[in-house]
């Protein structure tokens, strides 16, 4: 996979969890959350070529997983 590809993966995963973040229900924000870190998990082996890429992902799980749902 190129260079482009995965940024712009680890970007639509990202951009589309920001979006979604504040008008989603508990319930529906886990499920992404779940999702959202099965796809990032997917490019741990694309990324090793690319340090700037490796943080990137690294970046991107932290946000989501810092995002606690709502009670």
């Known amino acids: 996979m190129d260079r482009r ?3 712009l993966q680890i970007r639509a995963v990202r951009v589309t969890f920001r979006i979604e973040q504040p008008r989603g229900s508990p319930e529906t924000m886990e499920a992404f959350r779940s999702r959202a870190m099965e796809l990032l ?3 741990e082996t694309a990324v090793r070529p690319f340090p ?3 943080r990137a992902l690294d ?3 932290a946000e ?3 995002q606690e749902p709502s009670a």
Do not use: V
């Open 5 to 7: 590809r995965i940024a």
């Open 41 to 43: 998990n997917g490019l």
């Open 52 to 54: 700037e890429l490796a």
């Open 59 to 61: 970046e991107a799980r």
């Open 64 to 66: 989501i997983e810092a």
